[in-house]
């Protein structure tokens, strides 16, 4: 029998953006899936976010890996990994220019509002955000809609590129507020040289095409990609799944 584990992008995979896991699903992956392969997340957010999201409750026991910032943050059977940070790559002395040259920058953007929080430092990448993160579910629901019609991030984006064109720094548009900021490499795809002994690694994530967070891990060749439209997608994606692995044991 080969040794499968399935791996969870979590906002808009697990969840709805910014909510909590459904009961539903939870309960389907905890007393159904969980008894036929092993499962981990995988999310961009750092790890009090995503234990927001799944119900921190025996979370570390419920997952046999759990990734956050991409595995830059790892967690294996409840036993934290070794991990490195954005500013043992690029240097103090660099990462405070990139810093001061984004601030700069949004504090000559003129938006229809902001909030606070622009930049959120994290283990292994920089949160930045022009609107400012404390924004109410409505604002950002606002704001993501005038980015979608102004392109301010985009805009943002290629700024700093041409500002910092020696720097190797992957830009990556994800959620509806802001977009990381990480070494090249440090996509999702990082979490994967924390696992080990499996035959297939099947992974399910939103955001898969070119751009999206979830598109170097969704088409690595070590993965089996699954593109879901969000979790009810993704439960039903589970299911065939199943279906798929109990069809090969009767085989047997
Ligand atoms: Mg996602």
Redesign the pocket.
Known sequence: MSKIICLF?????LTEPQQEINVNLDKYIQDILKKQVDIAIVGGSDINKIKCQLNQENLFKKYNYIFAENGLVAYKNNQKLQSETIQSVIGEEKLQDFINFILCYISELKLPFKRGTFIEFRTGMLNISPVGRNCTKEERKRFNKYDTENQIREKFIQAIKKEFPHLLLTYSI?GEISFDVFPNGWDKTYCLRHIEGYDEIHFF???TKIGG??YEIYESDLTIGHRVTGPADTLRQLKILINLINEKKMQR
């Open positions: 992008d979590v906002d808009g995979t994800g994530g939103d955001k967070n979830d």
